[in-house]
Nanobody, 119 residues
Framework: QVQLVESGGGLVQAGGSLTLSCAAS????????MGWYRQAPGKERELVAI?????????VDSVKGRFTLSRDNAKTKNTVYLQMNSLKPEDTAVYYC???????????WGPGTQVTVSS
């Protein structure tokens, strides 16, 4: 089993910054992809940012230039960080950590962390 522990959500004013972190533990050596999705009230869950084990990243257009996804330099830690700058009220959502372990087609989700951006 794989467990994902998220931290860093909260309330921030528009223009502010937050950093989310997600640490994977359990039956995992490395990952294929790891990152973040979000779901706002009344909307479908959408990809925010994803990183491959190779380090390649992909972002939804609405966050490009504002959000940066990175991984722990000690690759054995299987931890990723989402630095969110210039936050907008439309970034308000529950953010979910996501992981696909290497050698697996299963996906794992964290419990979610609330990010609220006030105008």
């Amino acid at each position: 089993q794989v467990q994902l522990v998220e931290s860093g959500g909260g309330l921030v004013q528009a223009g502010g910054s937050l950093t989310l972190s997600c640490a994977a533990s359990g039956s995992i050596f490395s990952f294929k992809t790891m990152g973040w999705y979000r779901q706002a009230p009344g909307k479908e869950r959408e990809l925010v940012a994803i990183i491959a084990w190779t380090g390649n990243t992909n972002y939804v257009d609405s966050v490009k230039g504002r959000f940066t996804l990175s991984r722990d330099n000690a690759k054995t830690k299987n931890t990723v960080y989402l630095q969110m700058n210039s936050l907008k009220p439309e970034d308000t959502a529950v953010y979910y950590c996501y992981l696909v372990p290497s050698g697996s087609n299963n996906d794992y989700w964290g419990p979610g962390t609330q990010v609220t951006v006030s105008s």
